[in-house]
C-alpha cells in the first residue's frame, strides 16, 4: 500500500473510533451529572466516586479538560501573551534575532487585526 492509502486508512480509523466512543458515552450517560440525580455504587460508580468534584467543577468555554497541567498551561499561556506585549511595546528587550523575528510577526498579526477591525466599523 502507498503512504497515502494508508494516511487515508488511519483517518477512516480514527472517525469510526471516535464515532463508537461517542455513541458509548452517550449511551452510558458519563458525561451528563445532575446534583438531584440519586447516584448508587451499582448504578454508576464513577459519579458516586466523583460526585463532590463533579458538582463543583467546570469548564471554560473551548476547555476541553481540566486539572493541574490545565491550570498550568493557561497561566503559562498568560505570561506569554503578557510577555509578548511587553516585548512588542519595548517594554521588555529582546535578547536574540529569533525572538525579534517573533515580536516582528506579532506585531504584523497585530496591525492585521487593527485594519480588519476598522474596516469592519467602517463598512
Request: net charge positive; hydrophobic share 40%.
Amino acid at each position: 500500500m502507498k503512504k497515502r492509502s494508508l494516511g487515508k486508512l488511519a483517518l477512516v480509523f480514527s472517525l469510526v473510533l471516535c464515532i463508537i466512543l461517542i455513541c458509548i458515552i452517550r449511551h452510558t450517560g458519563i458525561l451528563r451529572f445532575s446534583e438531584t440525580e440519586k447516584v448508587t455504587e451499582k448504578t454508576n460508580l464513577y459519579k458516586t466516586v466523583n460526585k463532590e468534584w463533579l458538582a463543583k467543577t467546570t469548564l471554560k468555554p473551548g476547555q476541553s479538560n481540566t486539572g493541574a497541567f490545565a491550570e498550568l498551561e493557561e497561566k503559562v499561556d498568560n505570561r506569554l501573551k503578557a510577555d509578548m506585549k511587553k516585548m512588542a511595546s519595548g517594554e521588555l528587550v529582546t535578547t536574540n534575532a529569533e525572538q525579534e523575528k517573533m515580536v516582528a510577526y506579532y506585531k504584523q498579526a497585530l496591525n492585521r487585526h487593527l485594519i480588519l477591525i476598522n474596516e469592519i466599523k467602517m463598512g
